[in-house]
């Protein structure tokens, strides 16, 4: 039944394009939540053509946290380019708190064999920090940290790096993304998946699992809300954040039954309708926050059978006048 009504989310979003922002097999199989951040897209599109100067403060930005991580000092070392070179990231979890679930797939074109003869370089200057060993034809880095954490990293291709938290994790994907017979990710979770798309710049995608191990962790009085349905009655949640010209989002929600998804769908109706009026008072002082008004103006809730789909646009034009007002640094 949860799975034909993830399914039914994803009709109801009707994303263009037939592949996923993440193909399922690169994720470990008790994956119940997945982040993808699309790099390429978000440099390739017109708006990241029109704003180079934000495009330059991203690029530095990038470079200067792949040089904080421990595999990301070696992949610049060996000539990776942030913005040439990477294509996204996925974050996957089992939807706990545990940063031992957490596990990465970075995609992008990676030079293997630079790649592989800096880390042996280093794993000769450092061997309590790095070791290089095989799984099979892959190349698996053992990276320890200054905390004494130690993560997996494997070129799985050339054009896929995954980096889990243990070696078995590790092993694991490799065998599946190089066609070994090993469970693949749960079917709500793949459900969820085919609502995303590689031309999303941020695909989020959690099964009601997820979401209900996250309101375990909620402070008291915010897993229950006050209009009669909570959190942990959603058997699915995505968002989708494209950037184009101007930046498109949306957000469903699969909900336990019509009725639910019509209570949910009504509640944020009443909802936007209140906050628009409370924004169309502030703007009249203080003119700055009439982009705020536009952007509320394009808010629409919606549902079909036991899904919720918010829509917006942000315009290039109201994105402009809302960085002239943001503080230059």
Excluded: C, W
Aim: glycine residues 6%; without cysteine.
């Amino acid at each position: 039944m949860r799975l034909r009504k993830l399914t039914a989310l994803a009709l109801v979003l009707a994303l263009t394009g037939s592949a996923a922002a993440i193909d399922p097999k690169y994720l470990p199989p008790n994956t119940e939540a997945a982040a993808t951040f699309n790099f390429k897209a978000l440099f390739d599109s017109d708006l990241a053509k029109a704003k180079k100067d934000l495009v330059q403060k991203l690029r530095s930005l990038l470079t200067d946290k792949l040089s904080e991580s421990p595999a990301g000092a070696y992949l610049q070392k060996a000539g990776f380019d942030a913005l040439r070179d990477l294509h996204s990231v996925t974050v996957a979890t089992d939807g706990s708190k545990d940063k031992d679930a957490l596990f990465l797939a970075i995609e992008g074109n990676f030079d293997a064999d630079k790649i592989v003869e800096t880390a042996k370089e280093a794993s000769q200057n450092q061997p309590g920090s790095l070791k290089v060993s095989k799984a099979g034809a892959v190349t698996v880095f053992e990276i320890t940290k200054d905390d004494q954490q130690t993560i997996y990293a494997g070129l799985a291709s050339d054009r896929l790096m995954d980096v889990a938290p243990t070696r078995e994790g590790l092993n694991a994907t490799i065998s599946r993304v190089n066609g070994g017979k090993v469970a693949n990710v749960k079917p709500a979770l793949k459900a969820l998946l085919s609502t995303t798309s590689p031309k999303q710049t941020l695909s989020v995608v959690a099964t009601g699992d997820a979401i209900q191990k996250g309101m375990d962790n909620a402070p008291a009085g915010v897993a229950k809300g006050n209009f009669g349905f909570s959190p942990q009655d959603f058997d699915g949640f995505t968002l989708a954040v494209t950037v184009a010209r101007d930046i498109t989002f949306q957000v469903g929600i699969n909900t336990k039954d019509a009725e639910s998804a019509k209570k949910m769908a009504d509640a944020a109706n009443f909802g936007l309708v209140a906050v628009r009026g409370m924004i169309a008072q502030k703007v009249q002082e203080d003119a700055k926050l009439q982009p705020v008004v536009d952007i509320a103006g394009t808010l629409r809730v919606t549902n079909q059978g036991a899904n919720v789909v918010l829509r917006g646009e942000v315009t290039q034009e109201n994105l402009d006048r809302i960085l002239a007002f943001l503080p230059k640094r």
